[in-house]
Every structure is written in C-alpha cells, then in structure tokens.
C-alpha cells in the first residue's frame, strides 16, 4: 500500500470512530514543501457535519492518528489543515526501491486494460504545420502517461487523404505544371521536400481560386474531381460522364503518387519526434461504411437518427444540450467528416476492442466532436460512452496571427525543429563546451526536448506562446535544463571510480537538509505521476521535473559528493535523482543524453 491509501485509510478510521460519514479522504501535495510532504483539508470539509471547528477537528484527528515509523510528524495549521512529514527511515526506503526494483515507477491501476489514443492526424497535400507538430507531442505524452499506469496503448493516426482539400490541390497542380511548361514526371524527380511543398503550393492556388475568388469554373472542377477521388474507395457512388476525361488528365496517378509522397514526408517527422503509430487510418477507408451507416440509420428505418434535408442527409443537433445540426453525407451523395467520424469509432472498436478511445485535436473541434458523439451514442452507446474527446488550445508565435493551413499563414512544424535546433548550436557554439562532433550528435534530441517540454509545460487546453529563446534555454523551465541536470548527474558518477553495486541502504544515515529535501522532492514523483496521468496533465509533471532539476542544482552546489565521508550514499541519491528524471522525461516522450 501506498504512503497517500495509507494516510487516506487511517483518516477514514478516525472520522468513522468520532460518528463522520466520509466517503472519500483525499490527500494532496503541499503547494510549499515546508508545509509537509502530505496535506489533507479533511477537517474543513466535514467540520459543520459534526459542529466543530476545523481547526479543533483538527487537532482531535491528529491526536488519535497511529503512530508510524513512516511519518516523522503531523502538524495543524490554520483554518484546519493536517500536514504530514515523512520519515528519514521512510525517505530511504523510498530511495532504496527507485534504485533496486525495476517496477518502482509501474502504477498498475489499468492493468489489462486497453486505450486507443489518436492524435496528430495530418491531412496529405497539406501542410504539417505546428498545430499537427503540437497534438503530436501532446497525444505522445498522454499515450506514456497512459502507459505508466499499467495499460496497454495503441497509438493511432487518422490521416485525411480525400475530400475537397485533396481536389483542390489537385486542381492548382494542374495549373502550375502548365504554367511552367512541365510535367508531374519532372516534379517526380525532385527531393522529397521539394515535392511535398510543391503540393502545398498547388493546395493555396486551388483554395484561392475556389474560396477567395470563387471561380465558377474552378469550382465545378473541383467539385468533379472530389468526387472522382471518391468514387476510387466509395465503389457505390455512380459513375459520371467526366471520369474518362479525368483518366485521360491523370488524376488517379498524380494522386496516388503525391499521397505517398506526403505520408512518406510525415513519417520523417514522426521518426524524428520518436513517435512510431501502431495503426493508421485514413478518412478514404471510411467512405463506404461512412454511407451504409447513416443510410441504414433514418427515414423510419432502424434507427431514426439523421434525416433528408435539401438533398443532404443531416443530424439534427439538440440545442438544449448545445448542439448544432450538421451534414452527414451532402447533396453530392459524399459522406461528410462527420459521417466517416462515426465509421471511424466503429472501425477502431472492432479492431481494438478498447475499453477506451482517445481522440486528440484543438479546441476548435470541440463543438463537432460533440455532435458526432451524441449521434454515435444512439448508433451505439458503449462506444460512444468509451470514447472521449480532448481539445488542446493553438500554438502561437510571439507577434505572430493564429496559424492556418486554409488561409496561407502557414508555420511548418518542420521549420519550428529546425529554427530549434539551429537556436541549440548557436547555444552550445557560444558556451565552448562541446566540440562539433558533440554538437551534431545531440542537438536535434536537444531541441525537440526543447519545443516538446515548451508545449507540454502549458495546461493542454490553453494556447501555447511559444519563445524560441526561452524554450532553447540551457536556464530555466526548459527542457534543455532538465537534460542538463540529468547529464550532470551521469557525469559525478562517471567521474566515481568505485563501486556502487551491495549498497547497504538499511544502514542510519544523518542527512544534511539539502540531501533531505532532495529526498522528499524525489518521494513525490509517482503521486505526481498518478496526478498527471489521470488528468491528462502532462504540465503537472513538467512542473514538478523542473522543480526537482531546483532542488539537484541546491543540493549540488552545496553538497560534497565525490571523497565525502557519505560518498556511497550520496551517490545512491543522485543515481535515484537521474532515474527520475529519465522516467519522467520518458514518459512525455523526450529522451535524454548522457553528456552535455
């Protein structure tokens, strides 16, 4: 049992002997460590129930609390909290388990159960821009969080390669190569970057000649097209009489072939993230089950769910519960994202059987999501019940608009790692630290840890202000910082030339206050780990990774390590500081380096 179950059991005991009915007793960590490593506010919460005040409430819990070799002491501070300082003996047990058992950090509270966690979900002929950069680092962060509490997580990626974007870059592919008298074999021979920013290119000609200047004529081709690529996954859709010409315009080819070029593309980005998806999806799969679904669910048919409106078929959205009507399948006979939404949740159930599913995005896509979900629950409940949307707010650039693939403001989350890790030489070349060989093997790990602890420090859900020097600061709340404090660790015990294997950690020791607080900083780490996983809060364990990397660099400065008369010891401590922080940064998806 737990230190937290056991202080919260103890509690209800007491409260239960003294007539209170409790159901729950929760214990928190003190916002100030001077205040204790456990605080309770039990007392308050309850104190009317039983006409006490809770200070004096208080005071009696304290007074019939067991004693325990695990606390050192319990004190009451005003209007009534309980405060619980731990133990040497318990700090050292707690230093003994991180450094000998392999499942010290396993919370096995979802053990045999399965999560599916979708995030990032580029769309090909699209940009990948910071927005898709930051739901891939936050969905990779909720997929470790998920992990470290014993489930099993399928990472899944669902990638948009149809719809009017796909139609509209093919229509403005056209164009260019004619324009420049070439061919889409001569854009083939191109570098992989050249050709997926050409496709970008093509992709703003199409939306400004289809949504700015609403030309009637582009618009049609369009809208031909679009539906020309989906009749090649939807075999159902009838076919029309421009299909021979758009073979004869090779239209299947150039798509085709940009849509490997474009998942070829991401697939650098996700391996240079450290994100390895188990299953893809893509919105052309979904197109048929997308139609069968919502045609066999209305007009008095099994389920009356969506209805005919105008020649489209809609969902009427509640507006009690704040929902908005939305279209299904369009007047074209094309289901909608909505609609492949729906066939998505299904799919993915029937693959994974997930007990539950994860599904990532900005706030934006809130309202959408909840429409689809209330359809989905009269599809099916249990799916819909096991399903959960979570919206994270924009990353922005100090000065800079809010991004958009749609409106040619566009930040390439290529360029974002990019401009980092050229910020991180400049960093390193300027301290004369490190030799070039060093540089060019750990500053792009540098750097993604420094644009993914940037995004993951901020509440997901609010916006992110991202400063490129801030971020790739050796100082401060940073990433780099805390690969800095772990690399100094492995440094001191490098530097020992003994052994530190048959350590007796049942051995008294007397520790100085910097060595005791850098003990109880460490004590914390799996309630923090339990906090920030089961609120999806991965800048609760940023904050407290930053906090101990403090607490390291206090106990460093004024603490002797190596050819002390506690040597052994000491080391013990900062081999338990560095398997903190490589979990704690593991689990939010940032490797470390062993030199810096």
Request: glycine letters at 6%; proline letters at 3%; charged letters at 30%.
């Amino acid at each position: 049992m737990n230190i937290q179950q056991e202080i919260s059991d103890n509690l209800k005991e007491i409260l239960k002997n003294i007539g209170a009915s409790v159901e729950n007793v929760k214990i928190e960590i003190p916002e100030q460590i001077t205040h204790g490593d456990m605080t309770s506010n039990i007392a308050m919460q309850i104190s009317k129930q039983l006409s006490i005040s809770p200070f004096n409430l208080a005071q009696e819990i304290v007074k019939n609390f067991p004693k325990s070799d695990k606390i050192e002491k319990i004190e009451v501070m005003q209007p009534g909290f309980i405060n619980f300082f731990f133990s040497d003996k318990y700090l050292l047990e707690v230093l003994r388990e991180i450094n000998t058992d392999e499942k010290y950090f396993n919370i096995d509270i979802l053990k045999d159960k399965k999560y599916v966690i979708e995030y990032t979900d580029p769309n090909p002929f699209k940009t990948f821009h910071i927005g898709h950069l930051y739901t891939n680092m936050v969905g990779e962060s909720f997929a470790g969080l998920t992990e470290a509490l014993g489930a099993c997580v399928v990472r899944a990626n669902y990638q948009g390669d149809v719809g009017l974007h796909v139609a509209k870059t093919m229509w403005g592919l056209e164009k260019i190569l004619r324009d420049e008298n070439s061919t889409f074999n001569n854009l083939s021979k191109r570098s992989l970057n050249d050709r997926v920013r050409y496709l970008g290119d093509a992709y703003m000609l199409g939306f400004k000649m289809y949504d700015d200047l609403k030309d009637e004529e582009v618009i049609n081709d369009v809208k031909n097209i679009n539906y020309y690529i989906f009749s090649l996954y939807i075999k159902s859709l009838p076919k029309r009489e421009f299909f021979e010409e758009f073979d004869r315009r090779n239209i299947q080819e150039m798509y085709s072939e940009g849509r490997k070029w474009c998942l070829e593309y991401f697939e650098e980005i996700y391996k240079r993230t450290g994100t390895k998806f188990d299953r893809y999806y893509f919105e052309s799969q979904m197109g048929e089950d997308a139609l069968r679904i919502v045609r066999e669910n209305m007009n008095g048919k099994d389920k009356n769910i969506f209805k005919e409106s105008s020649g489209s078929i809609i969902y009427e959205g509640d507006p009690k519960k704040g929902l908005h009507t939305r279209v299904f399948v369009n007047s074209e006979g094309l289901p909608t994202y909505e609609a492949k939404e729906i066939a998505l949740a299904l799919k993915k159930y029937e693959d994974i059987n997930f007990d539950k599913s994860i599904i990532i995005t900005a706030n934006e896509q809130t309202p959408y999501f909840n429409v689809v979900l209330d359809a989905l629950s009269q599809l099916n409940p249990q799916v819909a019940n096991s399903t959960v949307h979570i919206g994270h707010g924009l990353v922005k650039l100090p000065g800079a608009e809010k991004m958009s693939s749609r409106k040619g403001k566009i930040i390439e989350g290529e360029w974002l790692l990019n401009e980092a890790q050229k910020k991180v030489e400049e960093v390193m070349r300027k301290s004369g630290k490190w030799d070039e060989n060093e540089i060019k093997d750990i500053s792009d790990k540098v750097a993604i840890s420094a644009v993914k602890y940037s995004f993951l420090k901020v509440s997901v859900g609010k916006d992110v202000i991202f400063d490129l020097d801030k971020a790739t600061s050796f100082d401060g709340d940073s990433g780099p910082y805390l690969l800095y404090v772990y690399a100094r660790c492995m440094s001191i015990l490098r530097d020992y030339n003994g052994k530190l294997s048959n350590f007796d950690y049942y051995k008294p020791f007397e520790l100085d206050v910097y060595t005791k607080e850098l003990l109880r900083a460490i004590s914390r780490y799996n309630y923090i780990l339990l906090l920030s996983a089961v609120n999806y809060s991965p800048s609760i364990l940023c904050s407290y990774l930053f906090d101990l990397g403090k607490t390291f660099s206090s106990f460093y400065q004024n603490v002797k390590v190596l050819g002390s008369d506690n040597e052994d010891f000491l080391l013990q401590v900062i081999i338990s500081t560095a398997n903190v922080i490589k979990n704690g940064l593991k689990v939010l998806g940032i490797d470390t380096v062993d030199r810096m």
